[in-house]
């Protein structure tokens, strides 16, 4: 199936299949894993983080088909496809503390530790922005549709959907410092060492390790055909698409060996860490996986189209493309 830009994969007639279960109006059922979402983690309760069914999620109006969304360590960034903005939300009462223009069909979004960096993937360019007002500090070219980005900590990478590359761009002045070939990629993650980009085509998926000049240190097979990459402080996590369902692969991030397949019933769109646990925003629903083990502690409503994620060190955000909401877990 045809992805929309980088998220919108699963057919969105799933949606219908979502079932809130009355008493738990935030909570959805788990799509057929055998677990029990109603569960009460004791380890989370002794650090006073109770189980997320138990809190009504609070619901944030923002722009027009939000997709991405980032922490710049003190407020979210959202990308509004639909009217090409990007809205910036302040994480303790979800205010709106400003709508910027931007280019064309903004998607991804990641920050630098002091600016924003945005990709438009009809014009094939990534925008620059400081965090502290939204002013605009650039715009680059890069490759054709750009989907994805990732900070290493001197330069910004940027997966090309179209052509099969991502490019890397000095973060302090937006200089292109190479373009390097990597099929079928759609998202891309940094370990601290390695550019991770998971792709593939024809069945043949696997998760490319990249030395931050571009060469290759690896290339490690998936058991699905890759959408989301995370990284957990220890391991990689790709969302894949299998035959009948959506899982994670996790492979560990020094060696790329593969620790296991974990069925989360949804494809991932996006995938957050929050220190524990792997979020997965699907298109039906927002899904926690405990990142030691892989087990799905449980499903939760997202709203219409959970696409994006992100975790701002104390709260899980989801942007909603149908509902033109953000969502606080």
């Given at each position: ?19 809130l ?34 809190q009504?999620?609070?619901i ?73 007002d ?10 054709n549709?750009p ?38 990629a ?7 060492t ?18 931050l ?5 690896g ?6 055909q ?38 989360t019933?949804?494809v ?62």
């Open positions: 199936m045809k992805r929309l830009g980088i998220a919108i994969g699963l057919s969105l007639v799933a949606l219908s299949m979502v079932n279960i009355p008493g738990r109006a935030h909570e959805v059922s788990a799509p057929s894993t055998g677990q029990n979402p109603a569960a009460i983690n004791p380890l989370k309760v002794a650090l006073l983080k109770w189980y997320a069914a138990n009504a999620p609070t944030f109006k923002v722009g027009k088909a939000p997709i991405g969304i980032a922490f710049d360590g003190e407020n979210l960034w959202v990308t509004n496809r639909g009217n090409d903005t990007l809205t910036k939300v302040h994480p303790s009462d979800g205010k709106n503390l400003g709508t910027f223009k931007v280019a064309n069909q903004p998607l991804a979004i990641a920050f630098d530790g002091a600016n924003l960096w945005v990709t438009s993937y009809t014009e094939n360019t990534v925008s620059k922005l400081r965090a502290r939204g002013k605009s500090l650039g715009t680059f070219s890069v490759g549709a989907v994805g980005l990732a900070f290493d900590g001197a330069n910004m990478w940027v997966v090309n959907a179209r052509d099969g590359s991502i490019t890397k761009l000095r973060a302090s002045d937006g200089k292109s410092l190479g373009t390097f070939a990597v099929n079928g759609e998202s891309i993650a940094f370990d601290g390695y550019i991770w980009v998971p792709g593939g085509t024809g069945g043949a998926y696997t998760a490319s390790r990249l030395k000049d571009g060469t290759s240190a290339s490690f097979a998936l058991d699905g890759p959408f989301s990459v995370a990284f957990d402080g220890t391991n990689i996590w790709v969302g894949v698409s299998q035959t009948s369902h959506g899982a994670l692969d996790k492979l560990r991030a020094s060696d790329g060996k593969f620790l296991g397949s974990f069925n019933s949804v991932a769109a996006a995938l957050a860490f929050d220190g524990a646990d792997i979020w997965v925003a699907s298109d039906t629903a927002v899904g926690e996986v405990r990142a030691s083990d892989g087990q799905v502690l449980g499903f939760f409503n997202g709203g219409n189209a959970p696409l994006g994620i992100a975790f701002d060190g104390a709260n899980i955000w989801v942007t909603d493309y149908l509902g033109d909401t953000v969502s606080k877990l």
